[in-house]
T-cell receptor
Framework: GENVEQHPSTLSVQEGDSAVIKCTYS??????FPWYKQELGKGPQLIID?????GEKKDQRIAVTLNKTAKHFSLHITETQPEDSAVYFCAGRSGNTPLVFGKGTRLSVIA | DTAVSQTPKYLVTQMGNDKSIKCEQNLGHDTMYWYKQDSKKFLKIMFSYNNKELIINETVPNRFSPKSPDKAHLNLHINSLELGDSAVYFC?????????????FGDGTRLSIL
């Protein structure tokens, strides 16, 4: 089955700097890669997703890139703000299989 | 106008007891899920229901029994609770079975076993 690895497990950045979180996946048939943000005491919230027919997707300060050959995808957050501090999860799936999540990255944005 | 709501938010109980967690979604989705998040924040799917029918059961002990009375509800009943059941349980929903549609999560139920 699918296996998703996520790095780093913790990340601290200064406010205004960029943050990058990287994930790799094992199943070459995987075709859907969402990113979730989880704030303290809340459920994961989808922030962006990408499908395998696209190499990059951007939504304001957030972008995701996908390299199907290398089987890795990354989340980029530019101009970070304190409210970006949270745990971020990548995930992947192929066909009708369940979503498989990475182990999460705790992002701290220091004002 | 909460999209996916779970009750209760916190559940503290003794080992050996039986408890239920309720989940309701008002998004009109046809697929609902239960996830378990352990103390290290690892999220793992437990069950998935599409149109009230079980489509995924990820090797969860049969002490856990999901029940879907209709497409908008997926409840989780747990028998003979054990210490290892302590975790946060999340309900989620999406449209279209396992098509690549976003899943919407509730805010979780923190279950603590004494």
């Amino acid at each position: 089955g699918e296996n998703v690895e996520q790095h780093p497990s913790t990340l601290s950045v200064q406010e205004g700097d960029s943050a990058v979180i990287k994930c790799t996946y094992s199943d070459s048939a995987s075709n859907y890669f969402p990113w979730y943000k989880q704030e303290l005491g809340k459920g994961p919230q989808l922030i962006i997703d990408i499908r395998s027919n696209v190499g990059e997707k951007k939504d304001q300060r957030i972008a995701v890139t996908l390299n199907k050959t290398a089987k890795h995808f990354s989340l980029h957050i530019t101009e970070t703000q304190p409210e970006d501090s949270a745990v971020y999860f990548c995930a992947g799936r192929s066909g009708n299989t369940p979503l498989v999540f990475g182990k999460g990255t705790r992002l701290s944005v220091i004002a | 106008d909460t999209a996916v709501s779970q009750t209760p938010k916190y559940l503290v109980t003794q080992m050996g007891n039986d408890k239920s967690i309720k989940c309701e979604q008002n998004l009109g989705h046809d697929t609902m899920y239960w996830y378990k998040q352990d103390s290290k924040k690892f999220l793992k799917i437990m069950f998935s229901y599409n149109n009230k029918e079980l489509i995924i059961n990820e090797t969860v002990p049969n002490r856990f029994s999901p029940k879907s009375p209709d497409k908008a509800h997926l409840n989780l009943h747990i028998n003979s609770l054990e210490l290892g059941d302590s975790a946060v349980y999340f309900c989620a929903s999406s449209q279209g079975g396992h098509a690549n549609q976003p899943q919407h999560f509730g805010d979780g139920t923190r279950l603590s076993i004494l």
